[in-house]
């Protein structure tokens, strides 16, 4: 008889970790350093979703250190909880694992969370897997998206993740989830989270979270990749034709405009923008059929202007990361610099790089620089290394 290997056991075999007061289950979603479980509240019997985080990880100092500041950030200065925001009921600590305690999302079958070998969690993500969303749809998913950042932006806080991975259905509500980069607005956030929904400008600040927002909405749409952006492909005909699918994609270009100037200012002012067109929209058919052509107008100008800027491709925005963190990065000799002329240091995200190879070293204060390798920097988005 043959055994089984320990380290090769599917998720369901896994020993769960320990917390007090609940069973885990199973794992339902990884992201970072954390992992969420499905687990079940001993005394109630309610469902519920925890997130853990080790409290110590080989080449990691304390991998729970950010997670913990975002969250104290999160409860100091969020006086209330929104309804467009992922509830979190407890935080709590293990000799091993930092841990919280949330709502447990819907099923993407369809109903409320359940312990069932098939559930999995009801997220943007898995319903764009069908494609693009109806109007409404997306117009009440836009709306409740802007309204629980907006909640952030209110509290000085920015969340640096917008993505449809992070936006979770609890009683078919969509809420904005996992806070573990969330930060207080000032000048110098780093530049951490999804390189897809970042910003081209590198400030992550509330008009960064605006932009991701934007492209989030794209993606709802359109029902294609956030690489995509702008194009509508099969879809142009469908968002043509409707007044509100044309209101919600004049939304999404000034949202997603270059210079972080031109976009909303926040949340709040983008949900505003949001209502407005949405009250024009449905003024008179004939302002409908106008509204729809000028904003397939303005997608047509605004990809066209975009190929003449970038007539060799699209700048590439690439993460670096080392261990140890704090080295400094090079391509073919040179380092490189933000718009203020500070060095870039690992972990971080570079923004508008020439498409094409490069020579890539790195360099710790006080170390010779060492060569990490050549990368096409149009196929490669992360490039990850260790000091020899």
Known sequence: MSQTNSDARPDWQRAPPQVPDFDLLRPVGQGGFGEVWLAINRTTGCLRAVKMIPLRQAGH???AAREITSLACLETRLDRQHPNLLTIHHVGKTADYLFYVMDAADDARGGAASNTPEYRPATLQTRLQDGPLPADDCRDYAG????????????GMVHRDVKPANCLFVGGQLKLADFGLVTEVHPLVSRIGTQQYMPPDGCMDKRADVYAAGLVIYEMLSGLPVDD?????RHADCVRGSPLLATLLRLVLHACEREPQRRPADAQAMLAELDVQGRTAHRSPRWRLLAAIAMAAVLVAGSAAWLLAHPH???????FVTEPYDAR???????????????????????NL????????????????WDAGSYDLSRTKQIVARRP
């Open 229 to 233: 952006f702008p194009m509508l492909g």
């Open 329 to 351: 990065i090079y391509l073919d000799g040179i380092v490189q610099r933000d718009t203020e002329g500070n060095p870039y240091t690992t972990p971080c995200t570079v923004p």
């Open 144 to 155: 409740q998206l802007l309204a629980g950042l907006a909640s952030l932006h209110a509290a």
């Open 61 to 63: 100092a304390d991998p």
């Open 313 to 319: 491709g699209k700048p590439c925005d690439v993460s």
């Open 354 to 369: 020439r498409a094409g190879k490069h020579r890539v070293e790195f360099e710790f204060a006080g170390l010779p620089r």
